[in-house]
């Protein structure tokens, strides 16, 4: 079945680091695939996304690109602010399953 | 164009209780998605309609119900409120199956 993995959070960065966040996934078919964004009290914000093999989604300085060989699509940014401070979720929509599926979420804290 | 909105944003009540919950989606989108976020077991998917069909169901007890009307506008009900039940209700929607979903600022639910 259809299934999105992340790296365990949270994630603590100094404001300026490097930030990854992995993220793998299981598809039936050829999926397309998001990272979301949630900031707190709020509901899930579209951060970016990519929809074929070696497509790259950019937003706000964010990026991933689509691993096709490695089932992957990685969430990265060269400088982090403390206002990047939320949770991140990757998530994939299978074109062949029809599921829309949420990984477990990763935490992010950026500390000035 | 208005985003997906949810109302009420806050709600208490008390165990034995029942709920409903409403979710307007972005004009145009047929399908409409909810989900239970808890701290304890993050993002749950409860059950997606689609053109006022249920297409996929979570693994909730029958208490959740959902259903869609002819606009697309969805209700959600849940019968006997337990402590449990306390969570985010968020919801979500979609112009087509394959597409990203757009999410609602969600309904803090808390059972007292």
């Known amino acids: 079945g259809d299934s999105v993995t992340q790296m365990e959070g949270p994630v603590t960065l100094s404001e300026e680091a490097f930030l990854t966040i992995n993220c793998t996934y299981t598809a039936t078919g050829y999926p397309s695939l998001f990272w979301y964004v949630q900031y707190p009290g709020e509901g899930l914000q579209l951060l970016l996304k990519?929809?074929?093999?070696?497509d790259k989604g950019s937003n706000k300085g964010f990026e991933a690109t689509y691993r096709k060989e490695t089932t992957s699509f990685h969430l990265e940014k060269g400088s982090v602010q403390v206002s990047d401070s939320a949770v991140y979720f990757c998530?994939?929509?299978?074109?062949?399953?029809?599921?829309?599926?949420f990984g477990p979420g990763t935490r992010l804290s950026v500390l000035p | 164009k208005a985003g997906v909105t949810q109302t009420p944003r806050y709600l208490i009540k008390t165990r034995g209780q029942q709920v409903t919950l409403s979710c307007s989606p972005i004009s145009g989108h047929r399908s409409v998605s909810w989900y239970q976020q808890t701290p304890g077991q993050g993002l749950q998917f409860l059950f997606e309609?689609?053109?006022?069909?249920?297409?996929n169901k979570g693994n909730f007890p029958g208490r959740f119900s959902g259903r869609q009307f002819s606009n697309s506008r969805s209700e959600m009900n849940v019968s006997t409120l337990e402590l449990g039940d306390s969570a985010l209700y968020l919801c979500a929607s979609r112009a087509d199956i394959n597409t990203e979903a757009f999410f609602g600022q969600g309904t803090r639910l808390t059972v007292v």
């Open positions: 998530a994939l929509s299978d074109r062949l399953s029809q599921n829309f599926v």
């Open positions: 990519a929809t074929k093999a070696d």
């Open positions: 309609y689609f053109s006022e069909t249920q297409r």
